[in-house]
Every structure is written in structure tokens, then in C-alpha cells.
């Protein structure tokens, strides 16, 4: 009885879904965090009668065939790239990215990461760094003399130096932007990298050609909705459960034509 292998795919991409609710939930506190739906396509169709064959020597056709679906599986999980809400921290190395802008973030294997998580620090050599440790790119050395350090929304770092009453400019931080954000591949630790299907990195200055703009002091949250979240929490075990009872009914029906004398 086919009924319980195509209920058994119900219940199967229900679990996927499930499984990409509850990690939207458990990162509702994550900076920068992207949330991810599921997304499902029905399987093959087994035809035992198809629309427009002729039924007659007249030439008259079948108005509707007859066709069963083998079930369903899920077929991706994109992320919504929508802007999180923006919340202020007090510390004058976060930075929030209000647009499009993704920081380029340098790997130990050589390899550029990208991030909308701005909680940066300064290492051991007052090298600008993400919570990891992984330098931004390009990198910025901000000095022990440094004081009162300022990012403005273009990107620019400047800070006093020791007693010098001008500011210094100590760089300018860049941003990446994608044409398909939805390809960038989660390597997790709040990094995407470029694939195939993002396309490359195109890095520009912030507040220009649309890469979005830089909030000292401000970090991005995650684009998690508890309430959605949890409404289609229980829309996927109300669905997995009747595939269940799909299965509990197809089995009984085998056992009654099992008994058949």
C-alpha cells in the first residue's frame, strides 16, 4: 500500500521542518543571526490514465487523467535576509550594518568569511578582530595611545593619539554585498562564505551604491519571530501527526486484507 510510504515522506520533511524552527528558536538571541524556512516539492506521479488520451475511434479524449503522487520532500532552506532590529550596546567597537553590507572577515586557512555580526574587539596587538579572533578585512590596528575611538557611517576609524588634539584616520572598514544573499553557505560561528550560487563578493565603502550603513555602538539581532515561529511550530506537528494517522489507518487496512478468508 503505497499510502504509508507517501505518509512516511510527510512525516520525514515535517521532521525538516521542525528541525529549521526549532534552530530559528534557538538562535532568537544570536547577532546577526538569519532566520530559515523550509521549503517542500511533491515527488513523482505514477499516471494509470492520462489527460487527453482518446477513449474512442471519434477521436474523444480523457478530459482528467488519473495520477498518484508519491509524496513529498523537502527541497531547500533558504534564509530571510531581512534587516533585524538594531540595539544600542555602549561599546564603541560594536557596529551594526543598516543595509545590504556584509564584513569581510579573514579565516586561519586564508579563506574570507563574511558576517553581519559586529562585535568586534581589539587583540593582543590592537588589531581590529572578530570574537574568534579573525581579523577584519582589511585590517585595522587601533594603538594602546588610542583613545575614544569613532567609526562614522561611511566606514571611517579615526581616534585620538596621546595628547594630539586632531583625530587620526586609522582605516576604513569595508563592506561585501551578493547578488543571490540566499547562496552564501553557513559555516556557523555567525560566517557565511561565497558559493557558486552567491556569486563573488563585491566590496565597496559603506553608504555607497547601496552596501548599507555603519551604527557605532549599536549591534544587530537576529530577524526571528517568536510568535510566527511558534505558529508554525505547531502547524508542522499538526501536519506530522496526520501523516501519522495516515500510517495507523494504511496499516489498518492491511491487517483487514490480511484477515480476509
Known sequence: ???LYIASTGMNAQERNVEVISNNIANMRTTGFKRQRAEFQDLLYQSYRRAGSTTSDQGSLVPVGIEIGSGVRTAATPRVMSQGS??????ELDIAVRGEGYFPVQLPDGRTAYTRDGTFERDN?????????YQIEPGITIPNTANSVSISTDGTVE???GNDPLPTQLGQIQLARFVNKGGLE??????????AASGPAQIGTPNVDGMG??????????????V?????????????????????GADEMLQATSQLR
Request: net charge negative; glycine share 6%.
Open 86 to 91: 538594531v540595539v544600542p550596546t555602549e561599546k
Open 1 to 3: 500500500m503505497k499510502a
Open 159 to 161: 581616534a585620538f593619539i
Open 213 to 226: 550603513n555603519l551604527l557605532q555602538g549599536y549591534l544587530e539581532m537576529a530577524n526571528v519571530n517568536a
Open 186 to 195: 553557513a559555516i556557523g560561528n555567525n560566517l557565511f562564505v561565497e558559493t
Open 228 to 248: 510566527t515561529e511558534i505558529a508554525d511550530l505547531i502547524a508542522a506537528q499538526r501536519a506530522y501527526e496526520m501523516n501519522a494517522r495516515v500510517v495507523s
Open 125 to 133: 596587538t590592537g588589531l581590529l578582530v572578530n570574537i574568534d579572533g
